[in-house]
């Protein structure tokens, strides 16, 4: 008995997806990250929250104080480590559903 099997080659199978490299699916995964990260950020006035820049491999916050502010505030500091923390198969889940897929 013999049989073959065929498979699409890696990059066609992300681009499917979404996966590829700034693709939909990347894009989807730093916009859900983004989002859930803001309510960890510091909010005096509401600056630095709104200043939250999306790429598709990259989340910022574009204050010239944003950096100060996410290593050395006292409660908040690390504030998207302690979100991915928290959310993080929240963001998995979203994602993969986004992309057609599901996680066990």
């Not at 989807?28 to 006035?45: A, D, I, Q």
Request: one cysteine or more; proline letters at 4%; charged letters at 35%.
């Amino acid at each position: 008995m013999k049989f073959r099997i065929t498979m699409n080659p890696e990059d066609k199978i992300l681009l499917k997806r979404g996966l590829n490299k700034n693709g939909k699916g990347q894009f989807f995964f730093s916009s859900e990250f983004g989002r859930l990260c803001t309510g960890y950020v510091p909010r005096k006035n509401g600056v630095l929250r709104k200043s939250l820049r999306i790429e598709p491999d990259n989340i910022s916050w574009n204050t010239p104080y944003a950096r100060r502010q996410y290593y050395e505030h006292k409660e908040k500091r690390l504030w998207a480590e302690k979100c991915w923390q928290d959310h993080k198969r929240d963001i998995i889940r979203s994602t993969a559903k986004f992309c057609g897929l599901t996680v066990k």
